[in-house]
């Protein structure tokens, strides 16, 4: 097992992708002979801010001191909630971290009232850990039979945390028992097949932000907020077909735009919308958006709508240089560029969803990171530019299990069109590509296993690639030309 080391530098601007840019050139001198090999290690790669230009007056809102509040609030209470002639302005998403008890629930009502001159749309992601207790509830059912189902812990749990939640919020148990009924079955349906399939594990993790927004949506009306309860796949979250990992597709932005704001203009309520779900365009089942995915649900509202801003409430004080859970000092980082941020997420920082900077890159609309357990510190701002004329060092991410692929040949010499019969490879074998370097006789890629699991790689005509073990991240052998 091998440990790969990557330096990588941020892109600033001036690209308009935001398709994984990381590259390094390397010269290096390699055995003259033909071989791959494939390594499991880990990346470090280090953000590095490199431009040093910024467009001033692109922020929309500033945020210049440690106790500034991130939003504009104004002391007359003139636009409430239920003033119809103004437009959502903005989105608040809140984790699973932020929404993991009634208590937590009753903060969130709180903050996002202390900001009476907003009109937010709201996403929420599950509770707590309910995502991940739902799929161990699903492994465990695939083989513990169906007499058994109710004796799986992680439903207990479920059941427990949800119904004492209600309980807690004096909302009606009414809420959320349909959801628990069919949750019941579900699991039973799986115990009976012995099968979880990608499609089912969707359906599976969705009942944990069916009913976590069912619940705050049920609060908030409860304590006087008119709140009304979306599922984002009934409002026009249209996504590929790939379970656990879809795509946003663009027919969902008029769509969700249509619908969230004809509902405001005839009878305004705060949206509470379902983070990370979507529709499948071809099976109409429910898709998620990958790990995290509530993050891609708020930036896609942000753009369909066109808001001023789009909040992300976390558990901690913004992005900060490091993963705090290995380096317990790292630093708020302030300001970020919409590519660093991405950069930031591809490469592991569990922070943002990867995906979810691309809408508001699009839309150009500032994407602020905050803490609902502090929300006087400043968060991160991330917008399109930002001073780097003092930047050196951004962040530090770091990534594991990478699969590192070196191509070494000498028919590359001096020929034309090598590289780009190995990437036409892996995208026709739909594996992404993080990292390259090249040597006249070499080339080194990192791939993220993760986007290997279900894939095989298949003999290519016009390039022969011999496979002769399964692609898998731990056991590659060798390819051989
Ligand atoms: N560079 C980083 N900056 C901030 N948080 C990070 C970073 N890298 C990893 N994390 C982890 O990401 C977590 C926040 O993301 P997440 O758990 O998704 O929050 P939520 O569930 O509230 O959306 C933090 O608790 C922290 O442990
Ligand atoms: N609940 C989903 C989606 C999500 O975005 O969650 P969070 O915001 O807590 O990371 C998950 O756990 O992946």
Redesign the pocket.
Known sequence: MATAMHLTSVKTSGSDSLAPRSSSRQRCVLPQRLHFATSVGSSLSLSRSVKKSCRSGVFKVCCTGANVDVLEKSSAVTQGFGDSENQLNCVMK?????VASAERMREVADLILSFPNERPVIVL?AMGKTTNNLLQAGEKAVSCGVTNVSCIDELSFIKELHLRTVKELGVDESIIATHLEELDQLLKGIAMMKELTLRTRDYLVSFGECMSTRIFAAYLNKIGVKARQYDAFEIGFITTDDFTNADILEATYPAVAKRLHDDWITDPAIPIVTGYLGKGWRTCAVTTLGR?G??LTATTIGKALGLREIQ?????D????????IYTR?EPVPYLTFDEAAE?AYFG???LHPQSMRPAREGDIPVRVKNSYNPNAPGTLITRTRDMSKAVLT?I?LKRNVTMLDIVSTRMLGQFGFLAKVFSIFEDLGISVDVVATSEVSISLTLDPSKLWSRELIQQATFTLVVLSPILPSNVTGIFF
């Open positions: 809140f984790g699973g971290s932020s992601s995290g509530s993050d992300v409430w976390k558990d901690v913004g992005v900060l240089t490091c993963d705090p859970n790292a930031l920082a569990q922070v962040s991410v």
